[in-house]
């Protein structure tokens, strides 16, 4: 009996550090779990203004949040060759979900809906650049993506998100950056293509370079590793 009883508690003391492991384990997880919560959205990019016979712009934003890093994965195509296109998220003045504009929002009936006809006027938008250059609200750089001969265009970008929360906090007021608010902008027509002199230009940018040649809503989605 003494025998068994040992052999029992034996058993029982081997099974303890065992059990002791796992937990530490699932604790373990479920911090890193807490430290970097991953989130995905993508949106589908359609043709805005398009001149003529030109070809719709379509591609692709892939946005993913791994903690405090935010990665923008983008891909375009039949945009203007061969010319550095600005791209833009943007958002109401008040920082409320924005819709992609349609061609009802060209007020002025000029055949272009320019960036002061998304809301009324340009400075009341809260835009975000997305660029090569530090994450700020500076929109006038040239550090923008280029397309190639074909129309074809690939940016992609790793940043801080506390950087674009500094640049929307102290540039809008804004607390918490939360980006399904936002639409991606891309922008920029060829040099050749006439625009009507009341299309309006963003800041001392020429308009052929700030007209929004495709939109696109972004939707969390599913996370894929």
């Known amino acids: 009996m003494v025998l068994l009883i040992l052999s029992f508690s ?20 479920t911090l890193e779990n807490r430290q970097v919560q991953v989130r995905a959205y993508t ?5 805005m203004n398009m001149e003529g016979d030109a070809e719709e712009v379509t591609g692709n934003v892939a946005v993913r949040i791994e903690g ?5 994965t983008i891909t375009a195509e039949n945009v203007a060759q061969d010319m550095m296109h600005r791209q ?8 409320n979900a924005t819709s992609c504009p349609g061609p009802n929002a060209d007020a002025n009936n000029d055949g272009t809906v320019d960036m002061n006809e998304i809301a009324g006027n340009a400075n009341e938008l809260q835009m975000i650049p997305l660029h090569m250059g530090p994450s700020t609200r500076e929109r006038n750089v040239d550090t923008y993506p280029r397309s190639n001969i074909n129309g074809e265009l690939q940016f992609s ?14 540039g809008y007021g804004v607390q918490d ?12 027509v ?3 293509v006439t ?8 800041q001392d940018i020429p308009p052929q370079e700030t007209v929004p040649v495709g939109c696109a809503v972004l939707e969390e989605t599913e996370v894929t590793e």
């Open 157 to 170: 970008r790793t940043t801080s998100l506390d950087s674009i929360n500094t640049a929307v906090r102290e």
């Open 43 to 47: 949106g589908d990019i359609n043709g």
């Open 88 to 95: 833009l998220l943007v958002a109401s003045g008040t920082g």
């Open 177 to 188: 950056f939360d980006i399904t608010n936002y639409i991606y902008i891309i922008q920029g």
């Open 10 to 29: 034996c058993r029982n003391d081997n099974r303890q550090p065992d059990d002791l492991d796992e937990q530490q384990i699932n604790q373990q997880d």
């Open 195 to 202: 625009l009507q002199q009341t299309v309006q230009r963003d």
């Open 190 to 192: 060829a040099g050749e």
């Open 68 to 72: 405090d890093l935010i990665r923008f």
